[in-house]
Antibody, heavy 124, light 106 residues
Framework: EVQLVESGGGLVQPGGSLRLSCATS????????MGWVRQAPGKGLEWVGR??????????EYAASVNGRFTISRDDSKNSLYLQMNSLKTEDTAVYYC???????????????WGQGTMVTVSS | DIQMTQSPSSLSASVGDRVTITCRAS??????LLWFQQKPGKAPKSLIY???SLQSGVPSKFSGSGSGTDFTLTISSLQPEDFATYYC?????????FGPGTKVDI
């Protein structure tokens, strides 16, 4: 069974840092692109960023709202994805989901499997 | 950035109804479109990828269509477990963007 489990959320002060983890199982992690999506309380979904796989040099893409503050990394030996969040702002308060891409017909289609999410609260 | 809009923003329907949700992109995205279902307090669930391909395990009452800028998600016969919020998302270009959601309730 494919599973994604996020951890590392919590309460942090504005300007602080937090590192989220996404532990995966049930599939060949190293083959897949992975991503992060967030959802502020009572709001819609917001794409945060994407990590390509080793075959595509682990390159990353970010939303403008987090670019330069957030960093996505991965450890294929641990089947894990990470989101390092620095210079946090109150508007970063959200549930953060990690999600796997589906590779089909030669294309990486985002977000076929999601984790349960982890809550990040940025407040003084 | 590509802007995604959805209509309606909410709708009320009954069990057994056929429901159609529309998603529109501000630029041509070919068929690089996803549909998700989200229930309160739960993670989104992927329903459709590439505009019309059903994700594994998703019942065939869900169907997607469209290409270019206009897309639809149809639920052929609404069941109690289908009451949720539905989102579309484009992945033609970065940044990926979601629609604002359509809430389907009783």
């Amino acid at each position: 069974e494919v599973q994604l489990v996020e951890s590392g959320g919590g309460l942090v002060q504005p300007g602080g840092s937090l590192r989220l983890s996404c532990a995966t199982s049930g599939f060949t992690f190293s083959d897949h692109y992975m991503g992060w999506v967030r959802q502020a309380p009572g709001k819609g979904l917001e794409w945060v960023g994407r990590s390509r796989n080793k075959a595509n040099s682990y390159t990353t893409e970010y939303a403008a709202s987090v670019n330069g503050r957030f960093t996505i990394s991965r450890d294929d030996s641990k089947n894990s994805l990470y989101l390092q969040m620095n210079s946090l702002k109150t508007e970063d308060t959200a549930v953060y989901y990690c999600a796997r891409d589906l590779f089909a017909s030669g294309i990486h289609h985002p977000f076929d499997i999601w984790g349960q999410g982890t809550m990040v609260t940025v407040s003084s | 950035d590509i802007q995604m809009t959805q209509s309606p923003s909410s709708l009320s329907a009954s069990v057994g109804d056929r429901v159609t949700i529309t998603c529109r992109a501000s630029h041509d995205i070919s068929n690089y479109l996803l549909w998700f279902q989200q229930k309160p307090g739960k993670a989104p669930k992927s329903l459709i990828y590439a505009a019309s391909s059903l994700q594994s395990g998703v019942p065939s009452k869900f169907s997607g269509s469209g290409s270019g800028t206009d897309f639809t998600l149809t639920i052929s016969s609404l069941q109690p477990e289908d009451f949720a919020t539905y989102y579309c998302q484009q992945y033609k270009s970065y940044p990926f963007t979601f629609g604002p959601g359509t809430k389907v309730d009783i």
